[in-house]
């Protein structure tokens, strides 16, 4: 079993910078992928990144070259570095922990709000 915790969601100006981390306790030795996700109030949740434990990225077509995923295998710990942030930002971010078996620890969230 893996338990994700985030922090770091802050409000921040259109145009900063945040980064938000997530650390995982646990099986940890299981992990395979971590994934952010995030959703806006009244809208689905949505991919943010991943990150496997080769350090292979991907990320949404919507934060490509402002947010950037980073993992510390030895700390069990994921950050995502938020660069130009706009208001369309806005949401709670979820951490994503799965295991080698395909079973997946969702956290409780971080509120990430980009307002003037």
């Known amino acids: 079993q893996l338990q994700p915790v985030e922090s770091g969601g802050a409000l921040v100006q259109p145009g900063g910078s945040l980064r938000i981390t997530c650390a995982v306790s646990?099986?940890?030795?299981?992990?395979?992928?971590m994934d952010w996700y995030r959703q806006a109030p009244g809208k689905k949740r949505d991919f943010v990144a991943s990150?496997?434990?080769?350090?292979?990225?991907d990320y949404a077509e919507s934060v490509k070259g402002r947010f950037t995923i980073s993992r510390e295998a030895t700390k069990n710990t994921m950050y995502l570095q938020m660069n130009s942030l706009k208001p369309e930002d806005t949401a709670v971010y979820f951490c994503?922990?799965?295991?080698?078996?395909?079973?997946?620890?969702w956290g409780y969230g971080t509120q990430v709000t980009v307002s003037s």
């Open positions: 990150i496997d434990r080769d350090g292979d990225t």
């Open positions: 994503r922990a799965a295991t080698v078996f395909g079973q997946a620890w």
């Open positions: 646990g099986s940890i030795n299981m992990i395979n992928a």
